[in-house]
Each structure stands twice: as structure tokens, then as C-alpha cells.
């Protein structure tokens, strides 16, 4: 007899930060778990799942998840966008949890097997002048991180994207009504990135990758000049340099400079960046498994990119739970082209709702062979740490004209 999704249940918990947490239970009591999470806008997607697409899963035979993406995605004609994309793809992050349970393999086995041992991590640095930078990426390296991602302040600039003041981890989202305001200075920004970076590659050696990210601010003239400064550097990629909507632009700054570049975060399927892929615009694709559809379109995405030679390095921000890191892991094992998990970190309070079987160790992360995805849920953890609204931060030019944060 099939086994059948017999209930469907969205928990919003906010340990540290809001997730949003998707739990299916099969007709044999097979429970599988989906990360939900959309920064700023969670309930969107839990009222998405539990409004919308839970009531129409319920009879449904959990082991065909292809067609059950296929009714999700084409099913409901407005297709598309980061909240329907995350709920199909917490649903599919849960029913591969399903599967591989009710099989007793672990998730990697059911994509095809390891194609490597261990998956490269990269984790976030941040100092707001040159000294407090290096210290940060001096700590990370001492914690076996092999690739680190470097922010740094402005000058000018009280509050930059992803540095914080102080020995606090950075979390961009801010708890409250309505986004806080920072003020951005491209001029300021441009005139700080080469003397910080190059200072950086300086101190820590040849041998220590770097990543920065760029959060989408400059144009792609300004982008062709930064990334062309940075060469020096030897950055393993720039990111975000422009809007990740301007496609086409980044031919002008591809042609400016060798340093490898990297986008996708916030794409949510293959249809908003396989031209990205196809001319070849960047040499990594960033998609986050949960906000792109699920392991069944992140493969689709990573196939389409190994024919040109783009490579894998998902999202894994704080705002990505433990459930995506841990999925995003099982398709790195058995991802040819999969080159390097982000795993920015948790809060204190992260552990007690979410158990994760992925491991780190000497600068490389393993998705563990538990059955399934490896994580578990603690529903009465999660019950003790109540959604707070919370939102992104927005940013506006020193006159006052709207940024892309
Ligand atoms: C990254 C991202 C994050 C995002 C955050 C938004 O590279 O990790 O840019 O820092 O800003 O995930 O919620
Ligand atoms: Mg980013």
C-alpha cells in the first residue's frame, strides 16, 4: 500500500531568529521535515503552506515528489517568486526527509552516491577597519575554516551590510515594526574595498580563500572596477556586484576582469538565471536549496550549469536553517560541480530547537548518513520561542534615494 501524507503542519519559531518549519507526517507515521524560512516575510510562506498548498497534499502518495514539485509548481498558475518557491520547497526538502527514512538511507544515497569525500564550507568575517577584519578571519581560520567571506566597514558610514560593531554576530534582520534605514556610499565603499582586501590578502598569505560580497549595490561599471582592483586579491569570487535581475549587464563587467564572480541568492528558479549560466556570466550559482524549489530543482540547476562549467556554492545564511544546510549537503556529496557550502552559523538558541547530524571538521562540512536529511525537531522547543516580527534593513544614498540593500 502507498505511503500517503497524512497531515501537514507549518511551526513558526523564532530561536535567536524566525524560522518557519514545515512537518509532513505519512499514513505510517513517517515524519519528514522542510525549512520555510524567508527573511522578513515569514509568514507569508507559512500562511502559503498551511492556507493554501498543505490542505491539497493530504491523500497524496509522499514517495512521488517529481510530480507532486510539477503540481506545486504548475498547478498553481501564479508561479514563481521567493514565497511559492520556498513552500514548494520545504515540501520537497520534507518528502526526500520522507524517503530517505522509509528506506533508511540517507538522502545523498538516493542522488546517486558521494562524488567526494567532504564539501569545502566558507563562513562570514566581519571587522569594521583593517585590525578588527583580520582578527575576525584570524579567528575563523583557527576555528579550520579554509574559506572565509570578508565584510568590512565605510568610512562615513555608521552601519554596513554584514559587519557588526563588536564581538556580536551579525543579523541583518531587525526585530520591531518596519525595517531599519542605513545609509549607503558607493563612492566610499569603492575607495575602502581595495586597500581592505588587499591589506587582508597581505596578512593571512596566498593560501587562505577569500570571498566578498557586494550585496547588489554597484552598477555594472563600478562593478567592472572593483572586481578588476581585486584581482590581486585572488578573491575565490565577488558577489552580488549588480542587481541579480540585470543579467545582461554583467557581460560589461565580465569583460573587465578575471575575478571570478558569483550570484544567485535570491533567484528563485532555473527560468531566472539560466542565461546567467548559459554565457557563462559567472563562474559560481548561488541558489539556496530552500528557497529555489527543493533538492529536485537545485539538482535541475547544478545539471544545467556542469554543461558550462559554473559551479555550485549555495546560499547558507543564518536565515537558512539547519533542515537546508543539512539538504543543500546531501546534494553537495552528490554534486559534481558543487563547489562550497556557505554556512554562516547560529545563534545560541538554534541547537535547542533544531539536531543536526552534518558535521564540520578541518574547514570541510559532511552531511553525516543518518536516514534521510539527518536533522530532527524539537516541537516543544520550538514551542518556547514565539514568532517576532521582524524585517530586513533597507538603505537609501546620503540624499535619500532607495538602494538595493
Ligand atoms: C549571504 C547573503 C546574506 C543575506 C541574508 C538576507 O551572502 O549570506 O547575502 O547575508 O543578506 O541571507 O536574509
Ligand atoms: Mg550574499
Known sequence: ??????????????????????????????????????????LAV???????????????????IEDIWQYLYRGV?????????????????????????????????LLGGAVRDRILSYTHATGWDLPELIDSVEARRDQGFRAVRAQFG?????????????????EPAGRGVGPAEE????????????????????????DLHLLHDAHHRLNPTEAGRLARSLEPVDLYWLE?????ENQHLLRAVRDKTTTPLAIGEV??????????????????????????????????????????????????????????????????????????????????????????????DDGYLHPGDAPGLGVTVDEQAAARFPYEQAYLPIARDRDGTMKDW
Not at 507559512?46 to 498548498?53: E, M
Not at 552580488?240 to 541579480?244: E, G, K
Request: net charge neutral; with cysteine; charged share 20%.
Open 240 to 244: 552580488d556586484v549588480i542587481p541579480a
Open 154 to 170: 565605510v568610512p562615513g558610514l555608521d552601519k554596513v551590510y554584514g559587519v557588526t560593531r563588536g564581538a556580536a554576530s551579525y
Open 183 to 206: 545609509t549607503w556610499d558607493t563612492p566610499a565603499y569603492l575607495r575602502q574595498a581595495p586597500t581592505i582586501l588587499t591589506g587582508l590578502r597581505e596578512h593571512v598569505g596566498p
Open 267 to 360: 533567484f528563485n528558479t532555473i527560468w531566472d538565471c539560466h542565461e546567467l549560466i548559459s554565457e557563462r556570466l559567472v563562474d559560481y550559482i548561488r541558489t539556496a536549496v530552500s528557497h529555489v524549489g527543493g533538492i529536485s530543482h537545485l539538482r535541475k540547476i547544478l545539471a544545467f550549469a556542469e554543461v558550462y562549467q559554473v559551479k555550485g556554492g549555495p546560499h547558507g545564511p543564518s536565515d537558512v536553517s539547519p533542515i537546508s544546510i543539512a539538504a543543500s549537503l546531501h546534494v553537495g556529496l552528490a554534486t559534481t560541480n558543487f563547489a562550497i557550502q556557505e554556512l554562516m552559523g547560529y545563534g545560541p538558541l538554534v541547537s535547542e530547537v533544531f539536531q543536526a547530524s552534518y558535521r564540520f
Open 1 to 42: 500500500m502507498s505511503q500517503l501524507i497524512d497531515a501537514v503542519d507549518v511551526i513558526v519559531t523564532s530561536p535567536s531568529r524566525n524560522y518557519v518549519v514545515l512537518k509532513i507526517t505519512t499514513s505510517d507515521g513517517v515524519v519528514g521535515w522542510g525549512d520555510a524560512t524567508l527573511n522578513g516575510r515569514e
Open 46 to 64: 507559512a500562511s502559503y503552506l498551511r492556507d493554501h498548498v498543505g490542505p491539497t497534499l493530504v491523500g497524496k502518495a509522499a514517495d512521488r
Open 77 to 109: 498558475y501564479w508561479r514563481r517568486g521567493p514565497v511559492t518557491m520556498a513552500a514548494i520547497g520545504a515540501v520537497d526538502l520534507a518528502l526526500w526527509d520522507i524517503l530517505g527514512k522509509t528506506l533508511g538511507v540517507p538522502v545523498h544515497r
